[in-house]
């Protein structure tokens, strides 16, 4: 059987023991939890990216598709003014002119319109992407620094330990 003087410094290096050990599980947890963070945001910022270029995409192909919806219409429109009887020709102040040019005029402001709208919607998505990027910097940071205060609260816990042990040896000197 051992003194009291003796247990009592077995415990406190044991503490001391367990305490860097505990601490060097905390910085590890910390970090890949920092890790995480940081990677889930880039992958987050990433799809966002992806989301604006596929809704200006998506505004390309639709403005493609209204363009030649409207010279169907367009011409499905002067056929109709020919089967009527109204002449068709050069004078860009003839009815059908002023009408097929209306209509160019209409389709362009739409397609514009349809860029615009992709464009608000791509700055959005980019916008956020960016902010997503921050935020695992920023967690990324936190981590680091709770790591820091670990190890930190870790050698204070080791060296109290080891204080304690040196007084109990001492006393056994």
């Not at 992806?50 to 363009?67: D, F, M, S, T």
Request: proline content about 2%; glycine content about 10%; hydrophobic content about 45%.
């Amino acid at each position: 059987m051992c003194d009291p003087a003796s247990a009592a410094a077995l415990l406190a290096l044991g503490g001391a023991s367990i305490n860097v050990v505990q601490t060097g599980l905390g910085i590890q947890a910390a970090r890949q939890q920092g890790k995480f963070a940081k990677d889930m945001a880039e992958y987050q910022s990433g799809l966002e990216r992806q989301r604006a270029g596929i809704a200006k995409k998506n505004a390309e192909v639709q403005a493609h598709r209204l363009a030649v919806q409207r010279r169907m219409e367009t011409a499905s429109g002067l056929t109709d003014f020919a089967a009527n009887g109204l002449l068709i020709d050069g004078d860009p102040n003839s009815a059908p002119n002023v009408w097929e040019q209306d209509m160019a005029a209409e389709t362009a402001w739409q397609i514009e319109e349809l860029r615009t709208q992709a464009e608000y919607e791509a700055w959005g998505h980019n916008a956020n992407a960016a902010m997503l990027t921050a935020q695992g910097r920023m967690a990324r940071k936190g981590a680091q620094l709770e790591m820091a205060g670990l190890a930190l609260s870790g050698l204070g816990g080791a060296a109290s330990s080891g204080a304690k042990a040196g007084e109990a040896l001492t006393m056994l000197a």
